[in-house]
């Protein structure tokens, strides 16, 4: 599912595209201030950003040009500015598309899939797409090597982040942890067992919201650990 950002001060706006895209199948979160939706828009993933051009904070412009100095993800402005200086300076500061308020919602959808399709197509003619588990709020990328909860990067050892990704590669089987040192450390486990339980307690601590009821990496008392898909 395509992830989108939307950066409008307008609320009734901003809750009029959400609605329309989530309707066509797309995640949506909206920012009412520019510089808050900026710093989201640099550390977050998403896959396209909707700006509007007068913001709170920081304008459409400057979150543009700041995106797409680390990003080739597409933008769209809009504006109620009708003026032909503002959508060259837009488009021209990297943006892929300029709308005009008001337009219609149907428009809007429209065209965001039509630039998704357009990025999708380049980017899968020229690189290989990470291997990814994304699990509520959970993202494990195993080929960048990197855990992001809720778009939130967590440090990994090397350890912790291959028992993590064995689990999440394996879900819903439970793994002894003789079998967990076994397949991860490519060891016999005599002696080890406790290392296992310590890195699953380290692990539970970065992506678990409460390590007590733990929601991706369950205890099979008796028996070992599973991840819950």
């Given at each position: 599912m395509s992830k989108i950002l939307i950066i409008e001060d307008e609320e009734s706006i901003a809750d009029l595209e959400k609605d329309y895209l989530e309707l066509s199948g797309f995640e949506v979160v909206t920012e009412n201030n520019g510089s808050v939706g900026l710093e989201r828009a640099l550390q977050e993933e998403y896959d396209l950003f909707i700006l509007d051009l007068m913001l709170p904070g920081v304008d459409g412009f400057e979150i543009?040009?700041?995106?797409?100095?680390?990003?080739?993800?597409?933008?769209?402005?809009?504006?109620?500015k009708k003026d032909d200086i503002d959508k060259i300076r837009g488009l021209g500061l990297g943006a892929d598309d300029y709308i005009t308020k008001p337009f219609s919602p149907s428009e809007l959808v429209a065209r965001v899939k039509a630039h998704l399709s357009r990025y999708?197509?380049?980017?899968?003619?020229?690189?290989?797409?990470?291997?990814?588990?994304?699990?509520?709020?959970?993202?494990?990328?195993?080929?960048?090597?990197?855990?992001?909860v809720n778009g939130e990067e967590k440090i990994f050892t090397s350890k912790e982040f291959d028992v993590l990704a064995f689990l999440a590669a394996n879900p819903n089987r439970v793994f002894s942890k003789e079998e967990l040192f076994r397949k991860v450390w490519d060891m016999e486990s005599i002696g080890e067992i406790a290392t296992v339980t310590v890195h699953i307690k380290k692990i539970r601590e970065k992506i678990e919201f409460n390590t007590q009821k733990p929601q991706y990496i369950e205890t099979i008392w008796g028996v070992g650990y599973r991840f819950k898909m």
């Open positions: 543009c040009k700041q995106i797409r100095e680390v990003k080739n993800t597409p933008i769209l402005m809009v504006s109620a999708e197509r380049l980017i899968g003619s020229t690189v290989v797409k990470n291997d990814v588990i994304e699990i509520r709020g959970l993202k494990i990328d195993r080929t960048a090597r990197r855990v992001f």
